[in-house]
């Protein structure tokens, strides 16, 4: 099952424009990841956070964490027609027995940035 | 480039057939996971091996199985195929006690008809 949702499903800007995704979960985590998928292949790790932390940044990307509404939020500054592609966001649960380490993904975010 | 291959890229199987997909770790990293992500959805987590043992399982019928091999390459067999079994299958390798972030394939696209 999906942990949560990412919000907008679908997001068109201009280059040069930000981009701003949304990620709401439901249960407690360690950390919340953000992932890139061009063309439905692999994923591509962007950034971490954990759950002690509330923003984080990575060049052009922003992350934020709000424990407390169970939400997080990626954006990107002045994009590029190379950013098009489905963000999705994934958590790791707080407690993962044995070692277990399962990502729990949202649904994504479909971002097309037009040159 | 993430050092981590699949194999094949793509495959047509028949309802009820068996198909194996295979996963070439990334160098060092001994724990591997396999993901099904269907059209237009997030991956779900199927299950996850480490030292050859599997240590966490999702929401997957018993038909989805697994290896993972001494050299960490991996193989996801799944039996008695059904329709809704058509995704991409992506697996994803890490360092358990490394750093958090998993490393991804480029995927098999499995179609069932």
């Known amino acids: 099952s999906q942990q949560g949702e990412e919000d907008p499903q679908a997001l068109s800007i201009q280059e040069g424009e930000n981009a701003t995704m949304n990620c709401s979960y439901k249960?407690?985590?360690?950390?919340l990841q953000w992932y890139r998928q061009n063309s439905g292949r692999g994923l591509v790790h962007l950034i971490l956070i954990r759950s002690n932390e509330r923003e984080k940044h990575s060049g052009r990307l922003r992350v934020t964490l709000d424990t407390s509404k169970k939400s997080s939020s990626l954006l990107i500054t002045a994009s590029r027609a190379a950013d098009t592609a489905s963000y999705f966001c994934?958590?790791?649960?707080?407690?993962?027995?044995?070692?277990?380490?399962?990502?729990?993904f949202g649904k994504g975010t479909k971002l097309s940035v037009i040159p | 480039e993430t050092g981590v291959t699949q194999s094949p890229t793509h495959l047509i199987k028949t309802r009820g057939q068996q198909v194996t997909l295979r996963c070439s770790s990334q160098?060092?990293?001994?724990?591997v996971s396999w993901y099904q992500q269907a059209l237009g959805q997030g991956p779900q987590f199927i299950f996850q091996y480490y030292r050859e043992e599997e240590n966490g399982r999702g929401n997957f019928p018993p038909r989805f199985s697994g290896l993972q091999f001494p050299n960490y390459s991996s193989e996801l067999n799944v039996n008695a195929l059904e329709l809704d079994d058509s995704a991409l299958y992506l697996c994803?390798?890490?360092?358990?006690?490394?750093?958090?972030?998993?490393?991804f394939g480029p995927g098999t696209r499995l179609t069932v008809t």
């Open positions: 249960t407690s985590i360690n950390n």
């Open positions: 994803a390798s890490r360092i358990t006690g490394g750093r958090y972030e998993q490393y």
């Open positions: 994934a958590t790791v649960p707080l407690y993962s027995g044995a070692g277990s380490y399962q990502l729990t």
């Open positions: 160098s060092g990293h001994n724990t």
